[in-house]
């Protein structure tokens, strides 16, 4: 009698323990990370194709923060651009054909710092020659360390402090990327793991003070 009355009761707790678990792990995974840096950056062009409405080309950027937050103090980006020499625009994709070109790899972006967080990502957006400023996003599609499988969306804007070839082939592009928006990452499995263990450690608590009080009524 008194074993069934203890599996009665056990059954409700172990399901509570797992439902429990499993919603902290949903909670936790919605967890937000705000940004906010600035980069000092240096753009490298290479040319890839010259047309009747412009040329495109290749653009690496190589860039430095002193106030990126998470230890993410550099930023890393391959991208395709189109450049209208006529109108002064540019317009940038991490996508080789959303500028028109085939037979490319895809491109890339990176945050990243001297430890092993990382947030990787693509990019999009446009940029005014003339007025020496640009747009963009940064869409986060994974990470590294506890940003493991990290997204969300980032706003970048650029203003180029010198450019002694617009283009950026002969001579590097410097400019100025700020970035700022928020992303969502996985949680570390050891918080998670951390969850459970004080939920069963709670649940064995109240199963030995449950018995306890069954022998305490036997006994009277």
Do not use: H
């Not at 409700?12 to 429990?20: E, G, R």
């Not at 491109?107 to 020496?132: M, N, P, R």
């Not at 963009?136 to 969306?153: L, Y």
Request: hydrophobic share 40%; no cysteine; proline share 5%.
């Amino acid at each position: 009698m008194i074993l069934r009355s203890y599996t009665a009761w056990l059954v409700p707790v172990t399901l509570t323990i797992v439902s429990f678990g499993t919603s902290a792990a949903k909670a936790t995974a919605q967890i937000a990370y705000p940004f906010e840096a600035t980069y000092d950056a240096a753009i490298n062009s290479t040319l890839l194709e010259q047309t009747n409405e412009g040329v495109i080309v290749r653009t690496d950027v190589d860039g430095q923060s002193a106030n990126a937050p998470y230890g993410l103090t550099n930023i890393d980006i391959l991208s395709y651009t189109k450049i209208n020499p006529t109108t002064g625009t540019a317009t940038f994709n991490s996508d080789p054909v959303a500028v028109g070109l085939e037979g490319q790899p895809f491109g890339s972006l990176s945050l990243f710092g001297e430890g092993g967080d990382k947030l990787y990502g693509t990019i999009e957006g446009s940029a005014s020659l003339v007025q020496e400023i640009g747009t963009g996003t940064i869409t986060i599609t994974d990470g590294e360390g506890r940003f493991d499988g990290a997204t969300g969306s980032l706003n970048l804007t650029q203003v180029i402090t010198s450019s002694p070839d617009p283009t950026g082939i002969s001579q590097p592009i410097l400019t100025l990327i700020r970035v700022e928006g928020s992303f969502q990452a996985v949680p570390e499995p050891g918080s998670v793991l951390s969850t459970l263990a004080v939920g069963i450690g709670g649940a064995g608590l109240l199963v030995k003070r449950k018995m306890n009080g069954k022998k305490a009524t036997i006994r009277a």
